[in-house]
């Protein structure tokens, strides 16, 4: 079982990174860029104007280093997340750590790894799991706020240019799938409570 879990868990990691790759070399081999398009939009002419938007959008570097610098983007958009996860994770395994079940198993010669992996950790993230899908529900309705401030095109904005202009169909279409992610992401955690925590029982 663990075998076949770590198979893929790496299926799916080169999966999401192929997946980004093709994405992002795709945008880059189509005709024109970012900067065109806003100097087109805007009637603009000036050759050190456009170069200087290009390096402020880091259009003139290497596409590799394009691509590293998009991706640690991305890992950066959960900073303010991953310390909330990190201090609830904390606070739940001090919590954890002083049941008398801990003291048993440490009693019967059980390692510091498999006390703190096996038996502590695995009680102890129940309340992280639902932290982290409240905060994964909180970032897609917070891109509305964020894309709209910011000026940033995306699902959100889209959503609101819709409202803006009555289109309902594609206001109902995008609604209908934020609430998709937000449900799906809900019946997740319940599956990971039964997985995690085989007293956890739902009844039909």
């Not at 805007?42 to 570097?61: C, F, I, R, W």
């Given at each position: 079982m663990a075998g076949y879990l770590i198979r893929r868990l790496v299926l799916m990691v080169l999966t999401l990174f192929g997946i980004s790759v093709i994405i992002f070399v795709l945008l880059r081999i189509v005709p024109g860029n970012i900067?065109?398009?806003?100097?087109?939009?805007?009637?603009?002419?000036?050759?050190?104007?456009?170069?200087?938007?290009?390096?402020?959008?880091?259009?003139?570097?290497p596409i590799v280093v394009q691509y590293v610098d998009w991706i640690g983007g991305l890992v950066r958009v959960g900073f303010r997340s991953s310390a909330l996860v990190m201090r609830l994770t904390r606070s739940s395994m001090l919590e954890v750590l002083r049941q008398d079940y801990i003291?048993?198993?440490?009693?019967?010669?059980?390692?510091?790894?498999?006390?703190?992996?096996?038996?502590?950790?695995?009680?102890?993230?129940?309340?992280?799991?639902?932290?982290?899908?409240?905060?994964?529900?909180?970032?897609?309705?917070?891109?509305?706020?964020?894309?709209?401030?910011?000026?940033?095109?995306?699902?959100?904005?889209?959503?609101?240019?819709a409202i803006r202009w009555r289109d309902y169909p594609v206001v109902q279409s995008l609604v209908m799938f934020i609430a998709l992610v937000v449900v799906t992401v809900n019946f997740l955690i319940d599956m990971a409570y039964v997985a995690l925590d085989p007293r956890i029982k739902y009844h039909e």
């Open positions: 900067a065109d398009i806003l100097f087109d939009a805007a009637g603009m002419v000036s050759a050190a104007e456009k170069h200087k938007l290009e390096t402020e959008l880091g259009l003139d570097k003291r048993t198993a440490r009693a019967k010669g059980a390692s510091e790894l498999a006390v703190n992996y096996d038996h502590a950790l695995r009680n102890a993230v129940l309340p992280i799991i639902t932290i982290i899908g409240i905060e994964a529900a909180f970032l897609v309705g917070g891109l509305i706020v964020t894309e709209t401030v910011f000026n940033i095109p995306g699902v959100a904005r889209f959503l609101v240019e």
